[in-house]
């Protein structure tokens, strides 16, 4: 049977349940009924390593573009006082780069690279999402980024503390220990933060069992914040995770999407100094570009995930 | 009795589709309700009543009413709903009888509400009389049905009309199916023009109109020949979550038999095709094609037509085709388009035996290239003669002739040339067999790989002719229950001579050959006892085993 491990991305979400729920029904408003084609699957919830409670029934933070569920994403930063060294460089580097700082309400003081080669400015400038809300969300990932990067200590809840990177391993290896005993194919398709998280898994834990293929949705993965703190060093002739993807890696990106940095990035991981990864690009409706749920209801990315599952 | 817990437990076999606990619900019920020293309390009476209503277990409803009714609670109510029961179950003249008296209580009752409902009904059963009569081409005096029935609607819209919506528009469709049909009427009780105005400028000042209101108002703007604005009207009708498949079918029924929209007519095919395919997504739904080509020509149509209107006039088209709308009137189509490969097997005198559908050969296996196959059961066509001789029994080869009705060419028929597999009942129960003449098929089914999963909530769609009649989509309770290869069983009750019909998942792809269906099928891997369910061959199986055979 076919097998699909989903990885989430930033922010709180709902339960691991509705969230798996939300997911398969997103990709069936873009045609790809998994469990009807015979595809089972999973998700590597990580969320309550970093918060306390789940998103509560009808609070999505998927609502984000009628500012909802934003409230509980807007990070105290304070945690960055206390980094010293090449650790604070990079967090206060990756702090300009996501323009969390701007102070001005429509973010006019932030003057960011644009994001894809095809982007003009002008059409960058005109996303229309507002830039508080983007702030809050810029501030979400960069704490979870960090956190993950650095194996920071979460502390959700009274009493209970992670290690997060060395915890979010142990969850995404161990669900992919259970899925691999599926007859396959198995694919990982993972957004957002989610992107990270399993790149680092499939490259870079031995432990990790081998995947058929490998999707990534609005990724991060473009930002050289990102791959430049990856243990062992980041060598992009080398950087696609051959022993742990042994088919294709698809890359879906919406080129306004404020996480997907450098969206395109095919040339950041080459394999053996060579281009497999496959970018995608989509177009996602509204304000909130970095929404899941858009991404997965796109035709032309199920046709892909599809593709990937041998459907 | 704890009627409280009957109800749950009555509740809970109904939503799951377990015929059978719903029905011991109900004897249990009859048989305690003689031995109880009070009649049934009505709200218990009426929400069992309800509860068998909802899931149209008609023939239980009456039985179960009737032991009401007999043990002392025959309150309108229960005896309207009794009544209902009976026109649901064809038995109008019988309904008919019980209304009568319900009126004459009413009457003297001074019970408004029921008095209008009563009379309601008393129109439905007398509408479906004529419309029965009429469609079955009865010369006979069948227009005083036609005008009891617009006497019965109209008393009440009288009487309260900004209330008394529902009667008011049955009022309106059947004085203009008299005018279609020529039946004179003297002294109309209203005026078609003003009342649907009214009808729908009362609707327009709702606030939040119910979904009824919605379906009502698109009558209204059907009788002003205002197609597009019914067509929105519909579509707030179909998007709402409280329309089941109940009711969504009377309302098509509605459209189809008293207005009598034309397929053929765009405006008015735009509002049939809408209700189908709602109609088709919905759970406990159920289609008949009665002019197959026709229809998913129309749809097809219908479907461009609205994709030109999304480029022309994005505001218009989110009227009609917002949220899922358009998805799911492309899966409806989709689903339609399956039909063009679906094949009624006749025998030499034109009589339905059973159903089977075209493949391409190549698809089947490698050695079978250019030309399109037919897969069906053995038990419909095998060249055996033990499966001549078993029961049901099956056809030889040559009393066989093959029609694809939803095809370019519906009349066309095909003789069977050679049969290349075969495996018996007790097997796969599937014959593949080369026809006679090369069909030009435009529909190729894609083959799923896989089953879908038996997590209890996967659905499945069996597209055939049963009783060798028109095609239909069998949408009853069709929940995927288990699997175990090479068997799938589902609970899509299909009727005889579906036999040798395709399955599809919920993406139209096939997963598999329908061929035997009971109630007391015994469950698959390795679980004890029995359930009703149909019972399908995984095409993965068949494929693989005609590989096995032909090498």
Known sequence: MPHVTFVHGICNQPEKTQLLRNWNQSLSEGGLDLAGAGVSTSMVYWADVMYPEPLAAGDSFEAVEGGLGTADVDEDLAWIDELQGNEKALVESMRRSLGVD??????????????????????????????????RVMKAFLRDVHHYLFDATSSPRPGESFRVKEHIRDLFVSQLSIDSQNEGPHVVVSHSMGTVISYDCLKNVPACPAIDGYMTVGSPLGLSEVHDNYD???????????????????????????????????????????????????????????????????????????????? | MDASALVRELERA????????????????????????????????????????????????????????????????????????????????????????????????????????????????????????????????????????????????????????????????????????????????????????????????????????????????????????????????????????????STLRQFEQVWQLDHSEPPQAALLHTLRAALLALEGGELR?????????????????????QQRDNTQFEKVFG????????????????????????????????????????????????????????????????????????????????????????????????ILFSSGRTELDCTIATLSEPVACEQSFRISKHLPLADGQQRVYVIGHPGGGKLSFSLHDNFLLDHEVPRLHYRAPTEGGSSGSPVFNSTWRLIGLHHAGGSKMGKLNGEAGVYEANEGISMTAIIEAVAAALG
């Open chain 1, 102 to 135: 701007s102070a001005s309400p429509d973010g006019d003081d932030f003057k960011p690279e644009a994001p894809d080669e095809n982007v003009s400015k002008l059409e960058f400038e005109a996303i229309p999402l507002p830039w508080f809300i983007k702030r």
């Open chain 1, 232 to 311: 062992p060093r980041y060598n992009a002739k080398d950087a696609f995770p051959s022993v742990g993807v042994s088919g294709d890696w698809i890359n879906v990106y919406d080129r306004l999407d404020p996480v997907a940095f450098n969206a395109r990035i095919a040339d950041d991981y080459l394999k053996s100094g060579t281009e497999v990864v496959q970018d995608h690009r989509v177009t996602n409706g509204g304000a909130w570009r970095h929404s899941s749920l858009k991404y997965f209801a796109q035709e032309s990315l199920c046709e892909h995930l599809a593709n990937l599952l041998e459907l």
């Open chain 2, 14 to 249: 109904a939503r799951t589709f377990d015929r059978a606990g719903v029905a011991l619900q109900c004897e249990t019920l009859t048989a305690d309700l003689w031995v109880q020293a009070r009649p049934l309390e009505l709200q218990d009476a009426k929400a069992v009543l309800d509860i068998l209503r909802r899931k149209r277990y008609f023939a239980l409803m009456i039985d179960v009413a009737e032991a009401l009714i007999q043990t002392g609670q025959d309150a309108p109510r229960i005896r309207r709903l009794y009544a209902q029961a009976l026109i649901d179950s064809d038995q109008t003249v019988a309904a008919l009888a019980v209304l009568r008296v319900l009126r004459q209580d009413c009457e003297a009752q001074g019970d408004a509400a029921e008095l209008a409902e009563a009379l309601g009904l008393i129109g439905r059963a007398h509408k479906q009389i004529y419309v029965t009569a009429r469609s079955a081409g009865s010369e006979g005096d069948v227009g005083r049905h036609l005008l009891a029935a617009i006497d019965s609607y109209a008393v009440p819209f009288d009487a309260a009309a900004g209330l008394n919506l529902w009667h008011g528009i049955n009022t309106v469709a059947l004085l203009c199916r008299a005018q279609r049909d020529n039946i004179e009427i003297d002294s109309p009780p209203i005026d078609i023009g003003t009342a649907s105005k009214a009808i729908l400028a009362h609707i327009k000042a709702l606030t939040t109109p119910e979904i009824w209101d919605c379906a009502t108002a698109a009558e209204a703007c059907v009788a002003m020949s205002d197609y597009s604005q019914a067509l929105e009207w519909l579509g707030r009708y179909t998007s709402s979550a409280a329309v089941d498949a109940f009711e969504c079918a």
């Open chain 2, 289 to 309: 094609l009665e002019h197959a080509l026709d229809e998913v020509s129309s749809a097809q149509g219908f479907l461009h037509d609205a994709g030109q209107l």
């Open chain 2, 323 to 418: 949220g899922d709308r358009y998805k799911s009137f492309k899966w409806y189509v989709d689903g339609l388009n399956q039909a063009r490969a679906v094949a009624v097997i006749e025998d030499a005198v034109g009589n339905g035996h059973g159903t089977g559908f075209l493949l391409p050969g190549s698809d089947v296996h490698p050695s079978i290239s250019d030309e399109w196959v037919l897969v069906t059961n053995a038990h419909v066509l095998s060249d055996d003669p033990a499966e001549h001789a078993g029961s049901p029994s099956a056809l030889p080869p040559d009393e066989v002739q093959v029609r694809l009705e939803a095809s370019d060419t519906p009349d066309a028929t095909y003789e069977i040339e050679a």
